[in-house]
């Protein structure tokens, strides 16, 4: 069963990836395409209910933690709306595998975790491939999508550590609908978005692209940690990383995102050799 989450996981992911980044394209406000699309992410998620055994939790520090938690995935879901409308879908699947090497760095440096060689080696292949994607021979300027997409990982990192057994304690699909509803609301009031401009956002948008990202969204958090439950982490980490190469495939085949393909392929796989070695 694990492995056909695994697969439900990894196209779930290039078709969340794709329809994002179309979705961005007829935006007019990222912060309330942001929130639209977590507020149906929510919704969606609501569907599995029934697929998985319910719970919910009753310690207040879970709660606790599961706040703390979504501050961070409201930062990196906003911020990396930004950067998505910014780079090619394909390029920012291969951005997005940072949160792996700054995982690695704070289980180092925070708890203790032993040295381990393939980690750093994993570590160095998945930052020099995003080096390799993004260096342009005579240019030395930070492009400013390559620097968000560093801070999202970053806050990505630290939710995920904040959120570590977290989901063992919940329903599946109440937790995914948690942590997309909480982030849209922590977004909304930060930035002021009023529910008109959710309402623009959508008619102005497209319509299309909104609604699947949303399903996409709700459904892939669910399917991926129940694919971790199941599964062993050192076999379905490098599994799941597979939706790099496919959304450099399909991003060349339907977004005609034909620039550097074949940097691309090279820092994709890369990226699927890295995970290996640190899973493995």
Same mark, same amino acid.
């Given at each position: 069963?694990?492995?056909?989450f ?8 290039i /078709?969340?990836?794709?329809f994002?980044?179309?979705a ?8 309330a395409?942001?929130?639209l699309?977590?507020f ?11 697929f998985?055994?319910?719970?919910i939790a009753?310690?207040?520090k879970i709660?606790l933690?599961?706040?703390i938690?979504?501050?961070f ?6 911020i990396?709306t930004t950067?998505?409308n910014?780079?090619?879908a394909?390029?920012?699947s291969i951005i997005?595998?940072?949160s792996?090497v700054?995982?690695?760095l704070a289980?180092l440096l ?15 292949l998945i930052?020099f491939s ?6 342009k021979?005579g240019e030395h300027k930070?492009?400013k999508? /390559?620097?968000l997409?560093i801070?999202?990982?970053?806050a ?8 570590v057994?977290i989901?063992d ?6 937790y995914?609908m948690?942590t ?8 909304s009031?930060?930035e002021k978005?009023?529910l008109?401009?959710l309402?623009?956002e959508y008619?102005?948008g497209n ?7 949303s ?7 669910a399917v991926?940690l ?6 062993n982490?050192?076999? /379905?980490?490098?599994l799941?990383s597979?939706?790099v190469?496919g ?7 339907f977004?005609k995102?034909r620039?550097n ?7 994709a796989?890369?990226i699927i050799i ?7």
């Open positions: 069963m694990w492995f056909l695994v697969v439900i996981y990894i196209i779930l992911s /078709v969340f990836t794709q994002y980044k179309i961005t394209k007829k935006s007019k406000n990222d912060g395409l942001t929130i699309l977590q149906i992410a929510s919704i969606c998620a609501l569907i599995l209910l029934p998985f055994k319910f719970a009753s310690d207040w709660y933690l599961l706040i938690s979504c501050i995935y409201a930062i990196s879901d906003r990396n950067v998505r910014g780079i090619e394909s390029t920012f997005n595998q940072l792996t700054f995982m690695i289980g925070f708890f203790k975790e032993p040295f381990v060689l393939k980690k750093i080696i994993g570590s160095s930052i995003n080096f390799f994607i993004f260096y021979k930070l492009n999508y /390559v620097f997409g801070l999202s990982n970053i990505l990192s630290i939710a995920l550590f904040l959120d057994n989901s304690n919940f329903n599946l699909a109440i995914a948690l997309s509803l909480l982030p849209a609301i922590l977004t009031t930060f978005i009023k008109s401009d309402k623009n008619i102005t319509k299309k692209a909104i609604i699947i990202t399903l996409c969204w709700g459904t892939m958090i991926q129940r694919a971790y439950q199941l599964g982490v050192t076999t /379905v980490a490098p799941c597979l939706n190469i959304n450099v495939i399909v991003g060349y085949v977004l995102e620039n393909l074949l940097k691309k392929i090279f820092a796989l890369l890295s995970v290996f070695l640190i899973n493995g």
